[in-house]
């Protein structure tokens, strides 16, 4: 059969084995084929193995010079949509002001919305468009971003709008969440905005079709679990996947809620311990571990070794946000789950491809094996470690997505 492209001369080529992590799955299958190639056809794969055994008929083949290849990486939380900076938050926390005394002061999370409601959704893509560039450059190739910086309906629209806005004109595959983020800061107006949310936010974006999932922020400065319960029930109805923000500084019930509510992914887990652990174990909810946040605010790690040694499915995100996690390297992200949350290089690989896929509810992407999107990366050494191993440069030489070069 005729094929688009057979991409030829790779000296490595490592993909997780196996459709999407379920229970138990085994952090540690990867395939590593020896001097391979990849065939391609109408944005998909379609056969991979060794370039001796290839014996079809490519249009054109493409001879990526003896490097490494590995899956397009899947960045499974970011907030890359916001204005203004945290400038000053983070000079006051080098200062000894902790992140959650300056969100109990209004600022933080609540400085950004301020300044998001202020722009314009050319503004807002004008500022989210460089920020998801470094991220694909870096090697994402599949993106969620959340809303989360707006306080009314219309401000998380318009949010979810841009987000939607950008994606068309980025080859990366964006998925748009709707981020409950952080109730109003006038303890009275907490329940008018929820029944908001309710009756009018969530139903608004499914019949908008702008975002496929929810996400609400559980923590003693954001929502009680009570209230995240109740969002996640009339997201689910309304035919949204679920996620959470859960356990970043206190371990309040975030986890088991998102185990009850079947969401896809809990993400951050900071503050999770034995208890989460096991519980997560015996359910298919992925563990989104987010190192960014780790390394900016000097907070614990999420437990990724013990989460895994447990044989919870483990996924990493970068948290591209400008409070908690300014991070614009996915790859990056892989390398510091490696040093602070203490996974394998194979595990970090598995986590940030496959597994992070899974996160978003996606299976046909994070692998490379025929029948998946030709999501792949060519790096600049012979060996995918250099991958999870390099820090403050770019180890991705091409990006390539949908069978396209879009980043060499
Ligand atoms: O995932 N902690 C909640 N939300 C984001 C941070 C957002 C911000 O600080 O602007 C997070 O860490
Ligand atoms: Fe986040």
Known sequence: MKQDLLITGISQLVTAEGPGSKRGRSMHELKIIAEAAIAVCSGFITWVGKESDWTGEPATTVDVGGRAVVPGLVDPHTHAVWAGDRLNDFEARTSGATYESILAAGGGIRSTIRATATKSLDDLVADASPRLKSLIGSGATTIEVKSGYGFTPVAECNILEAIL???????????????IHVPPAN???????????????????????LARAVDVFIEKEAWTV?????????????????????????CIGGVEL??????????????????????????????????GVSLHLGIRAAPGRRLIDAGVAVAIGTDLNPGSSPLFSTSAAL??????NGLTAHE????????????LGL????????????????????????????????PVCEVWIGGRRVQR
Request: with cysteine; glycine share 6%.
């Open 363 to 394: 299976t046909d992407t994070g692998r490379i094996e025929a029948g998946c999107r030709a999501d792949f990366l060519v790096l600049h050494g012979k060996d995918w470690r250099e991958l999870i191993y390099t820090l403050g440069a770019n």
């Open 258 to 291: 998102g185990i009850r509510a079947g969401a896809l992914s809990v993400d951050h887990l900071e503050a999770s311990g034995a208890e989460q652990i096991a519980q997560l174990a015996a359910n298919s909810t992925i563990a989104t571990i987010l190192p």
């Open 335 to 340: 390398a510091l789950a490696v040093r602070l």
């Open 187 to 209: 303890n009275g107006e907490r329940a008018n905005y929820l029944t908001t949310v309710c009756e009018e936010l969530i139903p608004d974006v499914a019949r908008r079709k």
């Open 348 to 359: 970090a690989l598995v986590a940030g491809t496959v597994n992070a896929a899974c996160a």
């Open 165 to 179: 806005a950008v994606a068309a004109q980025l080859p990366a595959q964006i998925l748009p969440t709707l981020l």
């Open 226 to 250: 009570a209230e995240a319960e109740l969002m996640l029930r009339v997201a689910r109805k309304h035919g949204f996947a679920t996620k959470l923000h859960s356990d970043q500084f206190h």
